[in-house]
């Protein structure tokens, strides 16, 4: 499949998907979501790729919504209708993947663009990036799952303080409230980001995507069911090819060469 409005390509078994409209600010428009969700159809079903990258083109990660695509007015948008169409299957699909996702912030995320990294696994930013979450500055809600991820990541009143002012966090502070991992000058992102993903496709990403349910189903389950649903990820895990490698090589005191499986 060819793209218009992201970049995909497959480097050392990192699916790399780059947002790529600069001029608006990687701003999300239906034909780039479509695509976007289409990368991640793609990368689900080959075995090839074990982990994903994704970031934007230009001098901004993505700022939300393309504001001229729904402007006030406009008829034929239902937001309930464009929401649950546009960024509710992405948000899903991110988070259903087995294969673990970095987000690169190469610059500001705004809106359900800031909420679009924070659905990722890893989250990377530059020094001089920012999430805002711009939704109530405009009169809307905050959605693609901000509401559901940043009271778990920092708590309810940092959440609730910045989805009702809307205010800058520069990344420094998203690292330092435990939003978002590490920041790195804006120089050195893509390299980190790149070294990243590349050492996680080289890992037992089969346990990699068990552990990436495990977290998610925390979110929402008893300590009886988790631990009941640890103990069946580790009956899955136990009798993976990655942990017969990982300890094999563990005993013969070499580097393991996970497969994945
Ligand atoms: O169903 C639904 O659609 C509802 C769902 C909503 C989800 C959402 O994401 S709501 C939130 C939408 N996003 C925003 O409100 C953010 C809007 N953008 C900004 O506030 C600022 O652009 C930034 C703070 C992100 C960056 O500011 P700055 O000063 O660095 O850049 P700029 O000059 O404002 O923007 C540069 C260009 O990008 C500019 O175009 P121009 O003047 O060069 O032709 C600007 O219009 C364009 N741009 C930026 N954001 C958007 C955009 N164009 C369309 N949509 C945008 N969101």
């Known amino acids: 499949m060819g793209y218009q409005f992201i970049r ?35 990368i689900a079903t080959d075995p090839a790729i074990r982990a994903v990258l994704l970031t934007g083109a230009g001098r901004a990660f993505c700022a939300g919504q393309d504001l001229d695509e729904v402007k006030p007015g406009n008829a034929a948008v239902d937001f309930a209708t464009h929401v649950r169409r546009v ?73 609730t303080a910045l989805m009702m002012l809307g205010e800058k966090l520069p990344a420094k502070q998203a690292v330092e409230i435990g939003l978002i991992y590490r920041a790195y000058p804006a120089a050195a992102l893509a390299e980190e980001a790149m070294k990243l993903a590349a050492h996680l496709a080289t890992q037992p990403t089969y346990g ?40 094999a090589a563990f005993l013969e005191k070499r580097p393991p060469t996970f497969s994945g499986k």
């Open 87 to 159: 960024y509710n299957p992405l948000v899903q699909a991110i988070r259903a993947l087995d294969k673990p996702v970095v987000c690169a912030v190469n610059g500001v995320a705004a809106g359900a663009g800031a909420n679009l990294a924070l659905a990722c696994d890893i989250v990377l930013a530059a020094e001089e990036a920012a999430f805002i979450q711009a939704f109530a500055k405009i009169g809307l809600v905050p959605d693609t799952a901000g509401s559901f991820v940043l009271p778990r990541l920092i708590g309810t009143a940092r959440a």
């Open 208 to 247: 990699l995507g068990l552990t990436k349910r495990l977290l998610q189903a925390s979110a929402t389950n008893t300590l009886d069911a988790q631990l009941e649903l640890e103990a069946e990820y580790q009956g899955l895990a136990g009798h993976s090819a990655d942990y017969s490698e990982g300890v």
């Open 8 to 42: 995909f390509d497959v480097d050392q078994g990192v699916g790399c998907i780059t947002l790529n409209r600069p001029d608006v600010l990687n701003s999300v428009h239906t034909p780039m979501a479509d695509e976007l969700r289409g990368a991640l159809e793609r």
